[in-house]
């Protein structure tokens, strides 16, 4: 799995899939994390990405396109089990936006976590 921030029209595989709205575009966001704390850390405890255009207005991933496109790249998240100290797991998100104002380039993406945490987007 590549570790970037890209887009698709659609996210999914064979049997699961979802299409993105008319105007609309996914924002596919590949991350790593690792907990660096001494002590296992929850899957509720762990970073938040999120996306914020230069208006300041922040959007929340779509939870269906993100579990499709988990599916289609098979990342190594944790989703109930905690995360032990010293390891490193792979997750994504993917958020649905105009296409129009995605083209503006003026999109950041915002990692909201800890100090127990190392957090890198490529």
């Known amino acids: 799995m590549s570790k970037d921030v890209h887009t698709n029209k659609n996210v999914g595989g064979q049997y699961f899939s979802k299409q993105a709205s008319d ?10 994390y690792k907990n660096i704390s001494e002590e296992p850390v929850s899957s509720f405890s762990c970073p938040d990405i999120k996306l914020k255009n230069s208006d300041g207005i922040t959007f929340n991933s779509d939870i269906d396109a ?11 998240r944790k989703i109930l089990s905690n995360l032990n100290p010293g390891i490193s797991v792979t997750n994504s998100k993917v958020f649905e936006i105009s296409e129009t104002d995605y083209e503006s380039g003026n999109f950041a993406v915002i990692v909201n976590a800890d100090k127990k945490f190392t957090v890198k987007i490529k």
């Open 23 to 32: 105007g609309g575009i996914f924002v596919c966001v590949d991350f790593e």
């Open 66 to 76: 993100s579990s499709y496109y988990a599916a289609e790249t098979d990342p190594n």
